[in-house]
C-alpha cells in the first residue's frame, strides 16, 4: 500500500495526498495514521510543501465525509426504523434513544469523532440521516479533521525516515478503541437476550 501512495503523492504531488485521505473516508482499510505520516515525511524531503499537505488532506476528509452524509441522508429515518425492525434483538426504541442523543451531542460527537479511530468515517452517517444542518456538518468536520491531520502530518515531518512509529503507537489505541465496541455490543447482545428470556417466562404464566 505504501508503494501506491508513493506513486499517487508523486505523480499528484499534495492533492494525491488529498485523494487518499478522502478514499480513506469510504474505505476504511486505506488508514489515515499511514497516509498523514507518510505524506509529512514526504513533505520533510522537500518533495511536498507542509501547509499544502495540511490543506489537501484536509479537503479530502472533508470530501470524504460529505460522501457519507449524503449516504446517511439517501438512507433516511425509515429506512433505518425498517432496517432495524428486521434485524434480531434491536428495537425501534433503540434507533430513538440515538436521535435523542445526537439531538443533544449531535456537534461534539461529529467534531471529537473526526479524532477517533474508527469512528472517524462512520459519524458522517448518523449525521446524514439525522439532517445535520449541512454548514455546520461542514464547520465542525473541517475543524475535527484540521486537528487530526495536523498532528499526523506534522509527526511524520518530525520523525521523518522513522515516520512509520506513528502507525505503530497508534494502531494501538485503535485496537483499544475495536476492543471497547466488541465489549459494548457484547454487554448490549447479552442485556437484550436476557431482556428476550423475560418476556418469554412472563407470557408463559
Keep these: ?5 508513493i506513486g499517487l503523492m508523486e505523480t499528484l504531488g499534495a492533492p494525491g495526498a488529498g485523494l487518499a485521505i478522502a478514499l480513506e473516508n469510504l474505505f476504511p482499510p486505506l488508514p489515515s495514521e499511514v497516509i498523514l505520516p507518510m505524506a509529512g515525511f514526504t513533505a520533510s ?3 511536498l510543501d507542509l501547509l499544502d499537505v495540511v490543506v489537501w488532506t484536509t479537503i ?7 460522501a457519507l452524509y449524503w449516504v446517511g441522508a439517501m438512507l433516511g429515518r425509515d429506512r433505518v426504523i425498517a432496517l432495524v425492525e428486521r434485524i434480531p434483538l434491536l428495537k425501534t426504541s433503540d434507533v430513538e434513544k440515538t436521535e435523542a442523543f445526537f439531538q443533544r451531542h449531535g456537534r461534539k460527537t461529529v467534531f471529537f469523532g473526526r479524532m477517533i479511530p474508527v469512528f472517524r468515517s462512520l459519524i458522517s452517517i448518523p449525521a446524514g ?3 445535520m444542518p449541512l454548514p455546520m456538518f461542514l464547520l465542525l468536520t473541517t475543524g475535527g479533521s484540521l486537528i487530526w491531520n495536523v498532528i499526523f502530518v506534522y509527526a511524520g515531518y518530525l520523525l521523518g525516515e522513522q515516520w512509520h ?5 497508534v494502531g494501538v489505541g485503535t485496537n483499544v478503541v475495536i476492543g471497547i465496541v466488541v465489549a459494548a455490543v457484547l454487554v448490549f447482545i447479552g442485556v437484550r437476550v436476557a431482556e428476550r428470556r423475560k418476556e418469554r417466562n412472563a407470557a408463559r404464566r
Design 129 to 131: 440521516v439525522e439532517r
Design 165 to 169: 512509529l506513528v502507525e505503530t503507537y
Design 45 to 47: 524531503r522537500g518533495e
Design 1 to 5: 500500500m505504501t508503494d501506491w501512495l
Design 60 to 66: 479530502g476528509s472533508v470530501v470524504g465525509a460529505l
